[in-house]
């Protein structure tokens, strides 16, 4: 099972909180699969450890093509986008409204599944009044409510869908590849250049990455002082705030996926980086982050 597919598997757990997540890489590496197959998990009321059962009610709707608890999304029309009546709808009548739109979709709790799902395919090509439209829905869902994206594109997406989502890299998983920095750096040139140009603090970001699940609880000041030792070697012309910003979306880049690391870890590691931006004493925000991340060890870690 790829790394992707077994964190397909693992958000399908009842006890997962992640209620959105964004599957990318290029086709056929299977971002529109893993999607659907997530979909699917979600969708079925006993999902096993391999997803699906297969059998239930709305696994065997599902299978119809009939389970009224999943929307799927796609471009359409003139440009083929995915334009704001797929999220709300436009004027009554107006020709290029769906038949039911995201927000209605949602509004009621699912007939016979265990979550009503949306999924999103080639989310790239979602307009910016779309994703704008979105970014209420992803971050403060509904307890029934789930949705997924899948795209070839990930840098058309933008930053405020990405970071209220769970990153998942369909193609290789993060500590297999080559470029260990790739889920950051998502193939940008500016981005590979700044790494290539100073790589010292990002090195230093990739081994705490690599160290992390062998911290204790009571280990939260000394990864956070060690975080903070690798920030503050980030480009000076930054500034302090937003160098801890860029090194935490940097390690949450480096800890996505990779082996003993729960997807519940990527909504905190998201809040923490929002708290940061948002005037938030960076040095409190790290070391709560941290306390509260070594404190779920046992979950988030797998051990």
């Known amino acids: 099972m790829t790394g992707a597919r077994r964190i397909a598997a693992r958000l399908a757990d009842p006890a997962s909180a992640v209620h959105a997540a964004l599957f990318y890489g290029a086709e056929p590496g299977g971002p529109a699969t893993l999607a ?26 599902h299978s119809r093509g009939n389970n ?31 038949p039911l739109p995201l927000n209605e979709f949602f509004r009621s709790p699912p007939l016979m599944s265990r979550f009503k799902v949306a999924v999103l395919h080639d989310a790239h090509r979602m307009t910016g ?27 058309k997406v933008l930053p405020t ?16 590849s080559a470029d260990p920095f790739a889920p950051y750096h998502l ?15 990002y090195d230093a970001l990739l081994r705490l990455a690599r160290d992390f699940p062998r911290y204790e609880g009571a280990d939260a000041l000394k990864v956070s002082e060690r975080f903070l030792a690798a920030a503050d ?13 860029e090194a935490l979306a940097v390690l949450a880049a480096l800890l996505r996926g ?16 929002r708290r940061i931006l948002g005037n938030g004493s960076a040095s409190l925000v790290l070391d709560a982050l941290f306390a509260q991340l070594l404190a779920m060890k046992r979950p988030l870690w797998g051990r």
């Open 129 to 155: 009044d779309v994703q704008n439209a979105l970014l209420k829905t992803v971050e403060e869902p509904l307890a029934h409510a789930r949705i997924l994206f899948a795209t070839d594109e990930i840098a």
């Open 258 to 273: 990779r082996e003993g690391v729960s997807p519940e870890a990527a909504p905190l590691l998201a809040e923490a980086h």
């Open 68 to 98: 009224p608890d999943v929307l799927t999304i796609r471009p359409w029309g003139a440009g083929e986008l995915i334009k704001l009546p797929a999220i709300r709808r436009g004027n009554p009548g107006q020709d290029d409204d769906p």
């Open 161 to 176: 869908i990405r970071s209220r989502c769970l990153n998942v890299p369909c193609e290789i998983a993060p500590g297999d």
């Open 187 to 201: 193939g940008a040139p500016a981005l590979v250049a700044r790494i290539a140009a100073r790589p010292e603090p």
């Open 36 to 61: 659907e197959i997530l979909a699917a998990a979600w969708l079925c009321v006993d999902p096993g450890p391999d997803g699906a059962c297969g059998v239930c009610r709305a696994c065997a709707s």
């Open 233 to 245: 070697e980030f480009d000076k012309k930054l500034g302090p705030r937003k160098a801890r910003a």
